[in-house]
DNA sequence: GACAGGCTACCTACTAGTTGGTAGGTTCGA
DNA sequence: TCGAACCTACCAACTAGTAGGTAGCCTGTC
């Protein structure tokens, strides 16, 4: 069992990887089996198809998503700490990681090729990240530690739209610093 | 040479509505052949190769959004209204199109997979759109017409990213109306 | 304790279809 | 008669996926 899980998390872990440069049709079985050290065939073995691979791939990183949200709002109590805590996340992600990218971010770009079931882990991540987002500025105005300028709903939708926008332009751009610095003006001008 | 530029027309006309789907490796020469109808072979005769394809059609587009803009920026005087109006375009294209999409927004996804000289075009094309914008918002703060929370480029920066977050999340809630409800409190935010 | 049966993980060998790309020939208008 | 546009006929490499076999491990039974 330590086996199995670990060889399959392998291979997760490495078509992850690979998919955070150019999404679903970036990369192969054949890629996984260079990296991983095992034949196209034994992936099969642990994931049928593509699909159920990257299925179980985004199912993983929602829980991964959910998790880190969690403790978030466990563990940092102002919701404007929260917001600023989530960013530098992501911060540190380009920092740390030359090709870094929220998968589901890059995979939404990809919906119209994607096969159903892929497509509607994007969507679920997108709807779970905007409610939690929500909540957070709820929450903000509520305690008057951040200003709305219009519906929760609508301000925390904006956040995430500049969010994934600033993750492109790093890339586009090819400056790790350029998250940062697009995304940090958002938080002083939401600070009450 | 009409008939040469209009085949060559029909090829990139093709292929941007295939790539706009997906991105870089979401479309084959194949696909292209059944729509237009002609051989694989004879698409290589008018783009040697994918890259040279691709990089054609972001150059066109580059050439069209420019002017587009370029055009903007004399029909209508207001700064603000040019925001508005340049949102209003994509408002009404993803209206329109099921499949709309910015390419270089998608492609700028993909930049560690693409081409290099493909990468080069996505990446000049952030950067005229983030210029175009940035003067905007310079005249517009000069006119008193929107206010800005940073300096202009900050401001553009965060106005372009919004914008092609808002696109990934009208494709990730399969919801064309989502760019509009995003971006419209966008404006109303900066509006003097 | 031996041993059969079943299961998991993995392999080799293979498939049909697709990928981007080439070679060389034909047609046709200037 | 030259060249652009297009064709047929290829190609090697790669795509996801299948068939069938093997080695090793666990478990129940005699």
């Known amino acids: 069992m330590n086996t199995q ?10 078509a992850r990887s690979l998919i955070v440069r150019g999404g679903y049709n970036s990369f192969s079985y054949a890629d996984i089996s260079k990296v991983v050290g095992i034949r196209t065939a034994s992936i099969h073995h642990h994931f ?13 990183y929602r829980r991964e998503a959910a998790d880190g949200l969690a ?3 466990l563990s940092v109590p102002d919701p404007l700490d929260q917001l600023r805590a989530y960013l530098g996340y992501w911060e540190r992600c380009f920092a740390d990681m030359a090709d870094s990218f929220c998968i589901c971010a890059l995979l939404a770009g990809e919906i119209p090729v994607l096969p159903e079931d892929v497509a ?3 969507r679920a991540h997108f709807r779970r990240l ?10 903000g ?10 519906t929760a709903r609508a301000d925390a939708e904006m956040f995430m ?7 492109l332009s790093a890339r586009a751009y090819g400056d790790a610093t350029a998250f940062g610095a697009i995304t940090r003006p958002l938080l002083e001008r939401i600070a009450a």
């Open 141 to 150: 105005a509520a305690q008057g530690r951040l200003r709305l300028s219009g």
């Open 161 to 167: 739209a500049t969010t994934h926008g600033a993750m």
């Open 120 to 122: 509607m882990e994007v």
């Open 130 to 139: 905007a409610d939690w987002l929500t909540e957070v500025f709820e929450r």
């Open 48 to 60: 049928p198809s593509k699909s159920d691979l990257v299925r179980a791939l985004v199912a993983q």
């Open 71 to 73: 403790q978030l709002k």
């Open 5 to 14: 899980s670990s060889r399959a998390d392998d291979i997760l872990h490495c």
